[in-house]
């Protein structure tokens, strides 16, 4: 939609547009020309310009200017309804010309150094004001005010409902809903839906021959999903991609048997290592002091576990002998002790 409107904005500074000699502002007339670019880009048909809803929009314009305020409602409180029927829209009553019901919608805008491009930017994203720009409405006014830099746009769409002769025709290929734009594919092949007001799934999905199911895949939804006017729902996916072609040198192999060459075997020459004999000057000479013995460097050996000397010794038998003599001895002659006093009492 971004694209689109860029588009449209070249287009639309690049022109060259009627300026009317009315009292509002030339800038308006500006407005109205990109209203009606950006409606063709859509296939609906262009607005009249209507002299009532002019003079509506410019005094709600000079009335946003005069306040420092962006507003929908005039000095006393009223709605673009009431203004529109008071500036004599529709023969100036409610009901209007032949008993037909007035219907009029209404876009303000003020921003500092804005213009007629950034007005229109900025409705269109926002999903009523852009239904307001593409509604089947057959009139149009604009009003522009400037205070201290800041610019306030008002836009004015209406049509008499009911009307003979009034209103707008079905867009080719789109049905009997004069409302139903059927997008055309885009350059990847992809097509883009933008919902308009009154739309659902199952009418869009007919519309384009498909089933809400691929809808609802498509565009991550549910069936508890809520679509909105202005939002954009994927119809088909993209099918003309880039073709990725591999770049860089190709490699084709060689159908021809490869020839193994068998090299000879090559013995190694082994060199014997030179001995070396060391002279007496080259032999190393000891640094220890007189007296002293070196200390050798190998690994001594084990410490033998010692012996034990056998108990029984001829040395120790005959010591065994002498004592059991001596304790025999004095045995008998502690029994003759006895035996005598025994023997006296």
């Known amino acids: 939609m971004k694209r689109l409107l860029i588009l449209l904005t070249l287009i639309f500074l ?16 500006d407005l109205i020309n990109g209203i009606n670019i950006l409606r063709a880009s859509y296939g609906l048909p262009e ?18 200017a005069s306040n420092k305020t962006v507003t929908h409602l005039d000095e006393t409180g009223a709605t673009i309804v009431v203004r529109a029927v008071l500036y004599g829209y529709g023969g100036g009553t409610s009901s209007g010309v032949g008993g037909s019901e007035i219907v009029v919608a209404e876009n303000v805008y003020g921003a500092f150094g804005a213009n007629a491009v950034t007005a229109i930017s900025e409705w269109s994203q926002n999903p009523r004001d852009l239904q307001n720009m593409l509604n089947p409405h057959t009139h149009i006014g604009a009003g522009e005010a400037i205070n201290n830099g800041v610019v306030y746009y008002t836009l004015v769409v209406g049509h008499l409902a ?10 080719p290929g789109s049905g009997d809903d004069p409302l139903f734009v059927v997008s055309p594919p885009r350059a990847d092949g992809s097509i883009v839906h933008l919902v308009g007001f009154g739309q659902t799934l ?3 999905a007919e ?20 679509i909105f006017p202005g939002q954009e729902l994927i119809i088909q996916l993209p099918t003309n991609g880039p073709t990725f072609t591999p770049s860089g040198p190709t490699f084709t192999p060689n159908p021809t048997t490869p020839t193994v060459t068998v090299l000879p075997t090559i013995e190694p020459t082994r060199t014997p290592r030179p001995t070396r004999t060391l002279s007496p000057e080259d032999r190393p000479t000891s640094t220890l002091p007189p007296g ?4 050798p460097t190998s690994t001594p050996p084990p410490t033998p576990i010692p012996t034990p000397s056998p108990i029984l010794t001829s040395g120790n038998i005959r010591l065994a002998l002498i004592v059991l003599i001596v304790v025999a ?7 003759n002790v006895f035996d005598k006093r025994k023997g006296d009492k």
């Not at 690049?14 to 007339?29: E, I, M, S």
């Not at 607005?47 to 946003?64: C, D, R």
């Not at 021959?209 to 809520?226: G, H, I, Q, R």
């Not at 002293?292 to 200390?295: C, K, L, P, V």
């Open 14 to 29: 690049g022109g060259t547009f009627q300026r009317a000699t009315a009292a509002p502002a030339l800038d308006a007339y």
């Open 47 to 64: 607005l009249e310009v209507s002299p009532n809803l002019m003079e509506a929009a410019q005094a709600q314009s000079n009335y946003q």
């Open 162 to 171: 009911n009307a003979p002769g009034v209103g707008i025709e079905a867009t």
């Open 202 to 204: 199952i009418l869009i």
């Open 207 to 226: 519309k384009y021959a498909t089933t809400v199911e691929n809808l609802l895949l498509l565009n991550n939804l549910n069936a508890d999903s809520v």
């Open 292 to 295: 002293s013995t070196t200390i």
């Open 329 to 335: 001895a004095g045995l008998v002659l502690a029994g």
